[in-house]
């Protein structure tokens, strides 16, 4: 018989393979390929529910949670058209009848993060938290890949704790909180060479100047625009090309940008790190 920890250490390798894969192509092209999140929800989907099996024998509960990720990842992977109340409705039923039915089983518990993560992480995109849809899609079937965290061999070093911060912060959420803030060590990076142009100004935490022909042609975001006959600072914008053609009208010859982070790369780089030396978190308290 197989030990569980070998599940764990087939899902970290896929995890490792495939996130490195996609940040290569984010690095790249700044899109990734859907075939890498499917891959990944697959391959959860089908490890925890032989691990549920194993670790607590059948139930049919079991079943309903496997067919619900299913049908998430059918959701954030293909598009539909009609029935798709029906679709959603189906989804719900699936996962509460099995999350209500037997409420006190850890391995239900940890299952129910999924949908709780797939929720979360569509509503971060709907409103623009989660800017790519990829980011998105990665963070998701990350929680499908691990709805606990893995434990095999001696790792993580961090043992996880029993209560509500390893819920709270289960693995995917993690990822993205840390993933966070390896982005805005940016910040820093930004000022250094902000103070060096001698641009010091409330952005400068935010971007830095460019050449307004090289920011057409690079992975940037401009954060200001041309409005009433003045530039004036602006969020992000829906649609960069249509600042730059403004900006290139008012004969704009530099303006401040800010890069279009990959960010599946702290997101792989994160994931990696909480896989084997497990959220720093969980040394608090």
């Known amino acids: 018989m197989l030990d569980v920890a070998v599940f764990w250490i087939i899902a970290v390798i896929v995890m490792v393979i495939v996130m490195i894969s996609a940040s290569f192509s984010d690095w790249k092209k700044r ?4 075939i890498h999140w499917l ?3 697959i391959t959860g989907i089908i490890i925890f529910t032989v691990f549920a099996v194993k670790d607590s024998g059948f139930k049919w509960q079991y079943l309903c949670l496997a067919a619900g990720s299913v049908l998430i990842l059918v ?22 009848v099995a999350i209500f039915y037997d409420i006190n089983d850890p391995i239900i518990v940890a299952w129910a993060s999924v949908p709780a993560c797939y929720i979360i992480f569509m509503g971060m995109y ?7 849809g990829a980011d998105a899609k990665c963070l998701i079937t990350l929680s499908m890949l691990f709805p606990m965290y893995p434990a095999f061999s001696s790792f993580p ?8 911060i390893s819920q709270i912060f289960v693995f995917s959420i993690s990822v993205l909180f840390f993933a966070a803030m390896l982005t805005g060590l940016t910040c820093i990076y930004f000022v250094l060479v902000n103070v060096k142009n001698g641009d010091k100004c409330r952005r400068m935490l935010l971007g830095y100047k460019m050449d307004l022909e090289k920011a057409k042609v690079s992975h940037v975001w401009p954060i200001e625009d ?6 004036v600072p602006c969020g992000i914008p829906e649609n960069e090309q249509e600042v730059f ?15 279009m982070i990959p960010f599946i790369i702290p997101m792989t780089i994160s994931a990696i790190f ?6 720093p978190l969980f040394l608090i308290g």
């Open 31 to 34: 899109e990734v390929s859907d």
């Open 39 to 41: 891959i990944l929800g």
């Open 75 to 96: 959701d954030i992977l293909w598009e539909r058209e009609g029935h798709v109340l029906s679709f959603y409705l189906l989804m719900a039923i699936l996962f509460a």
């Open 126 to 132: 709907i409103f623009g938290i989660v800017r790519g």
């Open 157 to 164: 070093l961090i043992s996880v704790p029993s209560g509500q």
């Open 226 to 231: 041309f409005v009433e006959g003045k530039l």
């Open 245 to 259: 053609v403004r900006l290139t009208e008012s004969g704009c010859k530099r303006v401040w940008i800010t890069p």
């Open 274 to 279: 909480i896989a084997f030396i497990g959220n």
